[in-house]
């Protein structure tokens, strides 16, 4: 079984990284750094891809704020919800493909499956495929704007058969969400379909992460912060 | 008729889709099937047909885009010929009306208004946001088109969140004229797709699957395996080299001097809307254990006997009965017939216990022609044959 390295340095040191197939939900306060863990977990490493599904920033900015290295550039791919409605015109290209609305979630799906086609038929990067099944990223920032258009039983189907999908494939799957917008029935249907939950918190100046549902580790609250694009424990 | 523009579908349907029919094509969440309605849009757009879109997901810019970079046609070229209603009436009618039952009737005289007013011949309805804010009743009196005078075909995708009862339901319902769903199988590859008629008002068609490809936005069914066998040396290798536009085979010479297969023929052919594959198998006894493999995923066999040997339908007979182990629609061709011979139909039917139903086909292989036939044939039993 593939194990995803998590830049988590608990998880990695006590694990080795995430079981493929494993898929994590990350719930953040309002104004918090939480979607940057989310951007730690599902940067590509070595003979890995990501796909990002961004339903709040158009893929050139999110190009722009994850300093990714030439590697990690050419195995991300965006599925962007949000260019379409200012520029229509706006083109799909290999890396970057674009959905009219955040409520168009057959499309959503629809371009989810091309880049993973394309990313397993090898023509999504100029190298050649290292590991089969090719280890995928898919990172969903965030699941609060797709619940803005949604109502929750149909996303929780949707989620449903797209976890689904990334335990067959041998991803990881990475959500966001901000959990101080939804009702409690909101966020336990959402935390029904994952295996790894990451709550953070904010005190004044300081954000506190803790891991919950693997066995090896307890979910204490840890300090961290962003150092250089790293995300550091205290 | 409304022709869906995808060839073999067309010809499953027996041309198209008859006038006012309603049309509900449901596909699984991730599955590569927007190319279907696109491609009938196109299509009906071609004919100058004059068609609505209702697409509550997208804008009109945006939708024309999509099938622009898809297609590769744009489809605002005769703007007279297309109505859209997108994400901005869903808007507008959001924001001008509380109550949740006359934002459905809103939307109903939108339509109906867009229908009558533009005489419009065919309506597309993109139904996942009218089935959530309207839940499954209300969604569905949205496609009845009441109060239309010319009632258009209606056209609606359905992005299936509720599995498959819930489209047997539907078909079952006797809503819609015709039902097909889409879905992607994961198997080594990933999304390997097919589209399954699971219900047709207008003819006579046993629930089917066919697996389907997608290049350069052209859906393309395809038919993954068709099997070619028959006692050794009746012509398995000559049919699948004519069949083909491109094949390959694993002959190698024996002591005599002449050649026999060694693993299988493969060949590719472009016949009837359908991508095929072919599979010749060897005909030697010796090479039996591999038969199970070269079967498995097979839609369907050609049984070939050479007409000028009867001593070698015994082996037919052992090899006919795999293929209906296999359960597998099979056509049988009586090759070599340019040579002189005795054996007839009812004679080879006998010998066989070949069902009534069951095709015999006297042919030379060596002609392309006559090979193309048999092969169309096979196609068709198919398309008919209940797996
Ligand atoms: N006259 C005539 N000869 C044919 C015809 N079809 C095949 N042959 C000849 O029959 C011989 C055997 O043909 P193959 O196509 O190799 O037969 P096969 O069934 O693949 O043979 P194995 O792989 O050894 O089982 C060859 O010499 C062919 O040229 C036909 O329609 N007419
Ligand atoms: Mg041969």
Redesign the interface.
Known sequence: MYIYKSGIKVIDDALGGLESGTNILILVPSLSSGDRIGYTISKPKNGEFSIILSTDQPSADIEETLGLTPFQRTHTGIIDTVT??MS?????SVRVK?V??A?????I??K???M??EI?RGDFSEDELEIF?PPIRFYINSLSTLLMY??VE?LY??LH??TT?LK??EALGVYVLNKESFDERTLSLMKQLMNVVIDVKKDSNQEFLSINGLSAITPDWIAYQFEDGNLVMK | MLRTGISGIDEMLGGGIPGESKVLVS????????LFMATTLVDALSRDRTCLVVI????R??????IL?TKGVDIHTRPDRIITLD?RTREDIRKNIRDHSQRLAEWKRVICSACTENNVDVAFI?F??FY?DFGLDGALSVLEMTGVDKKPVVVV?H?N??GDTFIEDLASAGLFDLVFSIK?S?TG???FNFLTVEHISWTQLPRRSVPYLISDGTIRLYIPKIIVTGPPASGKTTFVNNASEYGISTDRNDFRGSSTTVAMDLGWVHLKGFDISIYGTPGKPRFDPILPQLFKCAMGAVLIIDVTRPETLDRARQLLTMIQQALLPVVLVANKSDLPYTLGKEEIRRILNLPEDTIITFISATRSSDVSCVVEDLVEQIIMFPY
């Open positions: 379409k409605l229509p015109e706006a083109a799909d674009y009219p609305s409520s168009d979630l057959t499309g799906g629809i989810f499956t091309r993973v086609e397993f099944p949604r109502r149909v189907q949707f058969v797209i999908k067959k494939m | 596909m699984e969440p991730g599955v590569d099937g927007g509550p997901t997208s804008t810019d945006a939708f024309r885009e999509e970079s994400s993109y996942d946001l959530e995708e992005l969140l509720e992607a994961y590859v990933p999304f």
